[in-house]
């Protein structure tokens, strides 16, 4: 089973807190389970405080147990969670953040050490590239999101380009018009001849 990180709490604490609502039976290891060492020291204070409020002031029913502020385990287990949940969803932005960013460390690790190995064994630069990307994968990271990326900035290179191409063209006289109109059949003529060579 995955380790539960700060990212899957709420959804777990909000489980976990409509199972005591709806009155459900939760072990007290499934309760703590999802709770910092802080919250459970909160409740078993809290516990406390009741226990000692129950040796102060009597209460012959519920009623009037509830007029004098007595709680059950079960409500104060509720109201732990509850503010277990508030303070884990303020929090779960940086949470996420601080995962991708050890995920983006664990990659580069993983990639650089096998890449460096391979170097070390007199591979060259692309041997040693196929084999940081084959840790990545067998590390379980996704390669084809980097590549997806650096496709749509080779677009956006590319675009930005041919807008220049097409202000420096309106900006040419007749003459260097011509001449660039040279070099343009020029490069293609020598690259049909590369390509029939082949």
Do not use: C
């Not at 002031?57 to 277990?84: C, D, F, H, M, N």
């Not at 050890?102 to 041997?127: S, T």
């Not at 020029?186 to 060579?197: F, I, L, P, S």
């Amino acid at each position: 089973m995955p380790k539960i990180d700060a990212t899957h709490l709420p959804s777990r604490i909000n489980k976990r807190l409509a199972d005591l609502k709806a009155g459900k039976e939760v072990s007290i290891r499934d309760i703590k389970a999802l709770l910092s060492n802080e919250q459970i020291a909160e409740m078993e204070s809290a516990w406390q405080e009741q226990q000692e409020l129950r040796k102060v002031k009597r209460a012959r029913t519920k009623e009037e147990g509830k007029e004098l502020g007595w709680k059950s385990k079960r409500e104060i287990y509720i109201e732990v969670y509850e503010r277990a949940l508030n303070h884990n969803e303020e929090n779960l932005l940086a949470a996420h953040k601080k995962k991708l960013q050890d995920a983006e460390v664990r990659a580069a690790k993983i990639y650089l050490d096998a890449f460096f190995e391979a170097k070390n064994n007199d591979k060259d630069y692309w041997q040693a590239d196929a084999a940081g990307r084959n840790e990545l994968t067998r590390a379980g990271f996704v390669i084809g999101t980097i590549g997806q990326k650096l496709k749509s900035k080779l677009e956006e290179d590319l675009l930005v380009e041919k807008q220049l191409e097409k202000v420096i063209k309106a900006n040419m006289t007749r003459e260097e018009l011509e001449q660039y109109e040279l070099l343009q059949e020029h490069e293609r003529n020598v690259k049909n001849k590369v390509g029939k060579g082949k």
